[in-house]
């Protein structure tokens, strides 16, 4: 017999959308169940992660293997499995998306725009009002000063000021004036001094609430009846760590799990076989690196290196969005070492002193044929994601990468390498909202066409993957869809 739960509100997800969509209808007196098949990363895991420089190949950190196709080439990212998601290791870049880019939403830039406010006060964003040259409108400052930049990162800006550009400091959900430590491997990491926000921090500093989380609990189904002309959920199921069968019910349900997981349990229940177009439109940015090899030792400091961007591009002269160049961190240097056979060391600190880099984030179109498919293996459900670029998303990649590599060359640059690869760690798009059925997953307001009591409040939600990282877009849409809720 299965354990039962009984609350208000289910919600499948504790990644940025399930975090801030669980508060927002908790803070109204609901009761909220949080249920996601990670655990909890405790102190001593956090700073064992931390000290390695990655989460990836680590015991602590339990992942999934996704296996992304494109065409004949298969590439495999690694998810992790821990509350709060991939926002537990992100870089977290807050920006806004632009104005205009709402065009292709099914509300307008005003109807986001106070809960991107509230949405940049719950993440303590750093930021400086303005220093954007493209900053939308906005109706609060941001409620935290960003500090000065790395001297490396003062160099390579400088390469993009004498080309006439306007690089400008970024927003970070970091609280740098409270003693961050400005570690130059940031991204991949959790921060076990809580200087970088993250939605496990976050529910734990909001226990006051009548919040309940379920960590390892992994949804396997959900349970829908026909009733009348509508359908509507009856319970979500699933395991708890022992294996044991769980019942949550409520009176309305959230999915959450991020733009690969949310589809694929709908699909798994069912409702793709109600709505084909579940799981499709995937979008997951159009990205490339560019190196930038110096004569001479470029990043010597042990700083932040992740400090500004370039959105002088951000349009095309059609007004089509192409995306942002943005300075990055390098590969570790341990990671390097690590690959590296030792008699070759002193090569490859050279190599990683004298190099530095720049990512090239395209916005990429969405297309049906890029989608989420979960097919029946001997283990179980098996899930594999396929996508491939258009020509459009490769043309606008190129243009911002030969832009990059200007900068790297007026910043003193000798040689510079572009590279590109596959990711999902953006992924959006796959449950996308619409003004009607025939051409989306959920309505404007989150929720799923022909269901009755359940939404969607995460990355899937998304109708363009825009030219900006989506964190703070996707945590002011889940502030939205729980407030309409």
């Not at 680590?58 to 509350?83: A, H, M, W, Y």
């Amino acid at each position: 017999m299965a354990i039962v739960n009984e609350s208000d509100v289910v919600v499948v997800g504790a990644g940025i959308g399930g975090a801030l969509a669980a508060f927002q209808l908790a803070s109204k007196g609901l009761r909220v169940a949080v249920v996601d098949k990670g655990r909890w990363l405790n102190s001593e895991q956090t700073q064992t992660v931390y000290e390695t420089e990655s989460f990836k190949n680590r015991d602590e950190v339990p992942c999934e293997s996704i296996e992304i196709r494109n065409g004949r080439k298969k590439t495999v990212n690694q998810l992790p499995s821990v509350v709060g998601g991939l926002a537990r290791f992100y870089a977290a870049v807050s920006l806004r998306m632009r104005e205009q880019e709402f065009e292709k939403w099914p509300f307008d830039y005003d109807d986001i725009e106070p809960y991107y406010a509230r949405g940049e006060e719950l993440l303590g964003v750093s930021g400086t009002t303005g220093a954007d040259p493209l900053e939308p409108p906005r109706t609060a400052p941001y409620p935290n000063a960003l500090p000065e930049m790395s001297e490396l990162s003062r160099k390579l800006s400088q390469g993009a000021v004498e080309l006439g550009l306007n690089p400008f400091q970024h927003p970070f959900a970091i609280r740098f004036e409270d003693g961050c430590k400005r570690c130059n491997y940031c991204n991949q990491v959790p921060c076990p001094y809580s200087y970088k926000w993250s939605p496990d921090y976050f529910l734990r500093s909001h226990e006051d609430l009548p919040i309940q989380v379920f960590d390892t609990t992994r949804v396997d189904r959900l349970h829908w009846n026909v009733t009348g002309s509508d359908r509507r959920i009856e319970s979500v199921e699933g395991r708890d760590a022992e294996g044991k069968l769980v019942s949550f019910r409520a009176d309305k349900y959230i999915l959450a799990g991020g733009a690969i997981f949310t589809p694929s349990l709908m699909i798994q229940s069912g409702l793709g076989e109600v709505n084909p177009l579940i799981g499709t439109h995937l979008m997951t940015h159009c990205l490339g690196l560019v190196l930038g090899i110096f004569p001479f030792k470029i990043s010597a400091e042990d700083d932040f290196h992740k400090w500004w961007s370039v959105s002088d591009f951000y349009f095309d002269p059609e007004g089509n969005v192409r995306g942002l160049i943005q300075q990055d961190h390098l590969t570790t240097r341990r990671s390097i070492f690590s690959r590296v056979p030792r008699i070759f060391h002193p090569l490859a600190e050279k190599f990683y002193y004298n190099t530095c880099q720049l990512l090239v984030m395209a916005e990429d179109e969405a297309r049906p044929e890029n989608r989420i498919e979960v097919t029946s293996s001997g283990s179980g459900k098996k899930l594999t994601v396929q996508q491939t670029f258009s020509q459009r998303d490769n043309e606008k990649r190129a243009f911002l990468e030969s832009r990059a590599k200007e900068i790297m060359k007026k910043a003193g640059a000798r040689f510079t390498v572009g590279l590109r690869g596959q990711s999902v760690y953006h992924a959006c798009g796959t449950c996308r909202m619409g003004e009607v059925p025939s051409e989306s997953v959920t309505d404007r307001q989150g929720k799923v066409w022909g269901m009755e009591n359940l939404y969607v409040a995460d990355g899937s939600l998304m109708t363009t993957s825009s030219g900006v990282n989506p964190s703070l877009t996707i945590a002011a849409n889940a502030l939205r869809v729980a407030d309409l809720i």
